[in-house]
């Protein structure tokens, strides 16, 4: 069975680092694309960005390039979602979710919900 | 790149039809395959349609997904409406540039 299971929620402040992971288990991790979905609080499904766990290349969103970094380690079948430092704007829930067929979602992680306030 | 457009909300009584539309900007819709994801409160969406008109096992065949290049739109439309069927709804496509291009979601409610 396909899982991705995400890291718990997190309560950080402005200014700090964060890094939520999201481990695969059940399929091949390294030969399927796996992406972040950003969900403001009451708002849609935004694409940020999405990794190839083989040979690490990673695509961003335009608006997200250079305020996140994607990653992935293969060796624990792991992807990751990073930031160096958080914005209230940050506060969300993020999804990853993996990429089928060149065209599509198959399967989502249980999201990870940030706060980030003072 | 394009967008897709969604209605905001929509209600409509159990045991009724309902029809939710995404129209997209800019290039023909028929290009790309539409999908399809649910989310109900509080948890994560789940796939009822994808290429454009195919239901995932285990989605009721009270779902169904087209497309009309006439009105470049697609199309998910949900029968004998159930209020389990009340969540949000989200359309999906994509293009050489974007893998994942996400309606802006339309609320239905059932009551």
């Known amino acids: 069975e396909v899982q991705l299971v995400q890291s718990g929620a997190e309560v950080k402040k402005p200014g700090e680092s964060l890094k939520i992971s999201c481990k695969g288990s059940?399929?091949?991790?390294?030969?399927?694309?796996i992406g972040w979905v950003r969900q403001m609080p009451g708002k849609g499904l935004e694409w940020m960005g999405i990794?190839?766990?083989?040979?690490?290349?990673?695509r961003y969103r335009p608006s997200f390039q250079g305020q996140v970094t994607i990653s992935a380690d293969t060796s624990i079948s792991t992807a990751y979602l990073q930031w160096s430092s958080l914005k209230a704007s940050d506060t969300a829930m993020y999804y990853c979710?993996?990429?089928?067929?060149?065209?599509?979602?198959?399967?989502w992680g249980q999201g990870t919900l940030v706060t980030v306030s003072s | 790149n394009f967008m897709l457009t969604q209605p905001h909300s929509l209600s409509e009584s159990p045991g009724k039809t309902v029809t939710i539309s995404c129209t997209r900007s800019?290039?023909?819709?028929?290009?790309?395959?539409v999908q399809w994801y649910q989310q109900r409160p509080g948890s994560s969406p789940t796939t009822v349609i994808y290429?454009?008109?195919?239901?995932p096992s285990g989605v009721p065949d009270r779902f169904s997904g087209s497309i009309d290049s006439s009105s470049n739109s697609a199309s998910l439309t949900i029968s004998g409406l159930k209020t389990e069927d009340e969540a949000d709804y989200y359309c999906?496509?994509?293009?050489?540039?974007?893998?994942?291009?996400f309606g802006g979601g339309t609320k239905l409610t059932v009551l």
């Open positions: 290429e454009d008109k195919q239901r």
């Open positions: 999906q496509s994509y293009d050489d540039s974007n893998p994942w291009v």
């Open positions: 800019s290039g023909s819709i028929a290009s790309n395959y």
């Open positions: 990794i190839y766990p083989g040979d690490s290349d990673t």
């Open positions: 979710a993996r990429h089928y067929g060149g065209y599509m979602i198959d399967y």
């Open positions: 059940g399929y091949s991790f390294s030969t399927y694309w």
